[in-house]
């Protein structure tokens, strides 16, 4: 007999919308948004989402930067990514600060009289009855009390070391990465490239975002190598973000391994998002890598190593 193929989250996705506009309640550990190093892409697709939304021109307001295009520099040549057939009325990839983008989503919510977000406030156990999730105990970080929340529906967002996974007793399937990444700020300059600088080749990968007065720069790195890359106070580094973006090398003496910071890059799924009163959505279902999307074009441009270079899908040195 030929089972029907599910589609994942359908059987929860369905009760969340409509719970959600019935009103709820959203907990969040931190008293605000402001992590660095995160993604500051916001693609097409989601621009489309937030016209439906009504938020289309708030986030038009935000300071931002956009890219019609963008062109991945390889050892060899270049490709050019053309946004401009995309469907919808965006053909174009915004670059916001995500503190930006989280707080006009905040504040947006905190406008209906149906949603309250409490920030400081973590999520630390479950409540359960008759075989189903009823809600959840959390700590007001601010005052170290504990409360309960009662809901017919816990929605789990709390990302890629989720608790609520871990309190379900859920397990993702993770499937390899070859990467890890050094994030770091470099000093912007007049007469530096004016869009994101996408930097490609045999020895490593470098995406630069450009953040006004500096770069936000992802260095891809070798799995579980970032000890190596931090040695000798971050020299390995600098040399290799020299490497792939000569007109930086000057402006990074005064970068250490103090500013530098390791992103474990992590790709994982749940096999199934929910359970009786509790649904997963976002990284704590399927955690994402963000380099994942220009692994594909990597592989296929860049020549296999030389003895002494870097491996970019095995993350090994020849
Ligand atoms: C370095 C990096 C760069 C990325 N770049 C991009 C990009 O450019 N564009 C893009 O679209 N995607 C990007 N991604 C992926 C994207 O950031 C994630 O897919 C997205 O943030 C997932 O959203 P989320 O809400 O599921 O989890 P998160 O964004 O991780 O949010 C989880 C939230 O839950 C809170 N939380 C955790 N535990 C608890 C608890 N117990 N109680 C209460 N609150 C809790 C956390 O404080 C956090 O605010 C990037 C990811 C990384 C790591």
Redesign the pocket.
């Known amino acids: 007999m030929r089972r029907r193929r599910r589609r994942p989250g359908g059987h929860g996705a369905r009760p969340a919308a409509g719970q959600i506009r019935r009103g709820g309640s959203g ?4 008293p605000d ?1 402001l992590r660095d ?7 097409a697709s989601t621009l489309n989402l937030l016209d439906q939304l009504s938020l289309g021109d708030r986030f038009a307001a935000l300071p931002q930067q956009r890219e019609q295009r963008l062109t991945m520099e390889f050892d060899d040549g270049a490709i050019t990514e053309d946004f401009s057939r995309l469907p919808g009325r965006h053909q174009h990839i915004a670059l916001v600060p995500q503190w930006d983008f989280l707080n006009l989503l905040a504040n947006a919510a905190a406008e209906s009289p149906h949603f309250h977000l409490a920030q400081h ?4 156990d479950l409540l359960r009855q008759g075989g189903r999730v009823r809600g959840v105990r ?1 700590t007001d970080k601010d005052t170290g009390r504990t409360s309960e929340l009662a809901a017919p529906l816990v929605v789990a ?4 070391h ?2 609520v996974r871990d309190l379900l007793g859920l397990r993702p399937r993770s499937s390899a990465t070859p990467h890890d ?1 050094l994030y770091v700020r470099i000093p912007r300059l007049p007469g530096d490239p004016d869009g994101t600088f996408l930097r490609f080749s045999a020895t490593g990968g470098l995406i630069m975002i450009n953040r006004g007065d500096y770069w936000q720069a992802a260095l891809l790195i070798g799995k579980d190598t970032a000890q190596d890359a931090l040695a000798d106070d971050g020299a390995w580094t600098r040399r290799a973000i020299a490497r792939l973006a000569p007109y930086t090398s000057e402006r990074m003496a005064a970068i250490g391994a103090a500013d530098i910071a390791v ?1 474990q890059i992590r790709s994982d799924r749940l096999a199934r998002w929910w359970v009786p009163g509790a649904l997963l ?4 279902a399927h955690a ?1 890598s ?1 380099s994942r999307a220009w692994e594909s074009t990597w592989r296929c441009r860049t020549p296999s190593p030389r003895p002494g270079s870097w491996c970019p899908l095995c993350g090994v040195a020849g």
Do not use: N
Not at 281 to 284: F, L
């Open positions: 907990l969040e550990k931190y948004f190093f995160r993604g500051d892409t916001v693609h406030a973590e999520v630390i959390y967002t709390d990302g890629r989720s608790t990444c992103l959505i976002g990284d704590a994402m963000p």
